[in-house]
């Protein structure tokens, strides 16, 4: 019998809660998971660690992709099935995945979906599943208010973007599989593993979470009224068809910059850095996603 757990971002809340999700694991016979509850994403590694020690084979996430990002971290490359519960504010990697904002039907798709082999990129040593980016995409991620993202989706990022888009330029030098493939002024670099990457913009719409490639990208545009033009493409249609916006694949990605600036992974800011060191690990993590019709 499949050893089942949970690890739950109790600040976070979908439906009926935690009580909901209990309540529908039971209806499925999963009366006594190994359960885990964490205040902060932080606390997420070590918990997870434990489950994957106690020998849990399906394991329940509930949150937003901070915690989804967490638990990847600890999760790539181990023997144990993911099955996301959205929780979160933007669950981008759910939404990516088809993965439903609904505890029965999420639950449902944790239990009784199919699994799917997924790539995941690394970046300065940690694992994400959705994107990582520096300069005005860590600022963005930084500074747009929550309830702003919540109200107004896409459009939080190109007000806070055209605020910062002057300071956040900077030099870059960027290699791809070895080669070199960019280098100038750019205020933003995006590396995605999905196509949806931030407030609902379709940044690399051909991107796939199962290719064994990352899709990066850079914008040049380095003036409010590029930034808005530049990202009022994709409410229309592709941004990557914008003068300002270079994209390309690849499996190894290295990028130097000129100043360090914090960057981000999955929605979540790190720490400043100068140079950022991304590969492409296929295949490391398998998440239960909705049956094809």
């Not at 504010?89 to 997924?118: H, M, Q, W, Y």
């Not at 860590?138 to 208010?145: E, G, H, K, S, V």
Request: charged share 25%; hydrophobic share 40%; proline share 4%.
């Amino acid at each position: 019998m499949t050893s089942v757990g949970v690890i739950a971002h109790s600040g976070k809340t979908i439906g009926g809660g935690l009580e909901e999700l209990r309540k529908t694991l039971s209806t499925y016979g999963i009366v006594d998971p190994i359960w885990r509850e964490v205040p902060k994403s932080k606390f997420v590694p070590d918990q997870a660690e434990e489950l994957l020690k106690e020998g849990v084979e399906l394991l329940f996430v509930w949150g937003g992709d901070g915690t989804v990002q967490r638990v990847i971290d600890v999760a790539a490359g181990a023997p144990v099935t993911l099955a996301i519960i959205p929780a979160g504010t933007a669950n981008l990697f759910a939404s990516n995945l088809g993965i439903p904002k609904d505890v029965e039907e999420a639950v449902a798709t944790g239990l009784d979906g199919s699994k799917r082999r997924l790539d995941v990129g690394r970046i300065n040593g940690e694992h994400f599943g959705v994107m990582a980016g520096t300069g005005l995409d860590a600022l963005m991620i930084r500074d747009a208010d929550a309830g702003l993202k919540d109200t107004i989706g896409r459009f939080a990022y190109v007000w806070t973007g055209a605020k910062s888009v002057e300071s956040a330029s900077v030099e870059m030098q960027v290699e791809v599989d070895g080669r070199p493939w960019f280098e100038g002024t750019a205020s933003c670099l995006l590396i995605g593993n999905v196509g949806d990457v931030i407030g609902g913009i379709s940044a690399f719409p051909d991107a796939r979470p199962d290719d064994g490639l990352l899709d990066i990208g850079v914008v040049t545009a380095t003036g409010a009224l590029d930034w808005v033009r530049t990202l009022g493409r994709s409410a229309v249609g592709d941004v990557t068809s914008s003068p300002f916006v270079e994209t390309t694949t690849g499996r190894r990605f290295e990028v130097r910059l000129s100043r360090a600036i914090p960057y981000e992974l999955d929605g979540g800011a790190r720490k400043k850095a100068k140079r950022l060191k991304c590969k492409v690990k296929a295949g490391a993590i398998t998440v239960c996603v909705p049956r094809e019709p």
